[in-house]
């Protein structure tokens, strides 16, 4: 079993930064891919990034290409999810969750979400 806990949001003006944290305990972090996904109030959860055990293959929806990036650091058994230009529509609970894929399906363990606020 993984345990995984996210940090790092906040409240944020249109066109700022925020870089959000996911840190895992329990099983070898490694060994699984991870994910980011979002959801706003009245919506569905939605894939926001994924990346590889490895590092090495990314993927994002196409509204956050070009501004967030997706990481890990294997040693420090973390996640992270960098959020430039952000914009009102970031706004939503952000969930880190262990797998690979674009589909929350293909996630087994999850966080349990930290808030981003964009005002505009």
């Known amino acids: 079993q993984v345990q995984l806990v996210e940090s790092g949001g906040g409240l944020v003006q249109a066109g700022g930064s925020l870089r959000l944290s996911c840190a895992a305990s329990?099983?070898?972090?490694?060994?699984?891919?991870m994910g980011w996904f979002r959801q706003a109030p009245g919506k569905e959860r939605e894939f926001v990034a994924t990346i590889s055990r490895n590092g090495i293959s990314t993927s994002y929806t196409d509204s956050v290409k070009g501004r967030f990036t997706i990481s890990r650091d294997n040693a420090e058994n973390t996640g992270y999810l960098q959020m430039n230009s952000l914009k009102p529509e970031d706004t939503a609970v952000y969930f880190c969750a262990a797998g690979y894929g674009r589909s929350r399906y293909d996630y087994r363990y999850w966080g349990q979400g930290t808030q981003v606020t964009v005002s505009s």
């Open positions: 329990g099983r070898t972090f490694s060994t699984y891919g």
